[in-house]
């Protein structure tokens, strides 16, 4: 939504109705969001529909986690051989990885804070935003969704509870890294010897350097699409609340005890 292409020229908007998907504001625990970027630069961002940012750090990650080979040093040390983390990590690069990491979970804070603030501020100006959209790229539209439904298909395959709400690039891009993480991984093939019941041939296979990466990847998956559908409902269900009210209630409907609505 472009604020030169209004009359008024609004200062903020709830939410932007577009054929890739709904992005709009609501209030969102700081602490939560912040926990997302320790566990996955990039993810903090994601919740907050910052994509370009979070696009940015989670490749960041994913490139500098390589050069240093920081899960496979995770993995020894949680194993207790850390002589084998020690000879594992790359220490040539490590001190480009703690900055930007540090950066991910202190600026994805901060920018939930804020769009805290302009969540409060939109609502109390009664911030415009559209439930329908229609071109010659697609149709999306405000309705309900089930929460768990979301949560089903994400945990079926990362990505498809996004789809199921219409958030298209989110989809794409979940569905993309998912697929470059299960390849590098081996982690089919390694499932596959696994309920076969060849274990060793199945940890043989894996690569734990990308095994490592899918567990974030999976439950974010998972935790995204439930957060955006719920909140999804709430702005639909706030929506027809004052297309009703504005259009459908009577002028003399008393809300409370001696007060009339006008």
Do not use: C
């Not at 993309?176 to 299960?182: E, L, N, R």
């Amino acid at each position: 939504m472009n604020n030169f292409r209004d009359e008024y020229r609004n200062r903020r908007y709830l939410a932007n109705v577009s054929a890739f998907g709904t992005i709009q504001l609501h209030e969102r625990n700081p602490l939560i969001v912040a926990l997302w970027s320790v566990s996955f630069p990039g993810f903090g961002h994601f919740l907050l529909h910052k994509y370009i940012r979070g696009f940015a750090l989670f490749t960041w990650e994913l490139f500098i986690n390589q050069l240093t080979m920081l899960n496979t040093a995770m993995m020894h040390s949680f194993q207790g051989n850390f002589a084998l983390a020690k000879a594992a990590l790359n220490e040539k690069y490590v001190y480009l990885y703690i900055p930007v990491y540090l950066f991910a979970i202190w600026d994805s804070y901060t920018s939930a804070v804020e769009e805290n603030n302009l969540y409060l501020l939109a609502k109390r100006e009664d911030a415009p935003y559209s439930s329908f959209v229609m071109n010659a790229l697609g149709l999306n539209y405000l309705t309900k969704k089930k929460p768990w439904l979301a949560i089903a298909w994400s945990s079926s395959v990362p990505s498809l509870g996004q789809l199921y709400t219409n958030r298209i690039a989110s989809s794409l891009f979940t569905l993309f890294f998912t697929i470059i993480i299960a390849i590098q991984s081996n982690m089919i093939e390694g499932l596959h010897h696994f309920l076969l019941g060849h274990w060793a041939k199945s940890r043989e296979v894996m690569n734990p350097q990308w095994v490592l990466y899918f567990p974030s990847v999976y439950f974010f998956s998972m935790y995204d699409a439930y957060v955006n559908t719920v909140e999804n409902n709430k702005l639909f269900d706030h929506e027809l609340a004052g297309f009703l009210q504005s259009k459908h209630q009577p002028q003399a409907f008393i809300l409370h005890k001696g007060e009339k609505v006008h």
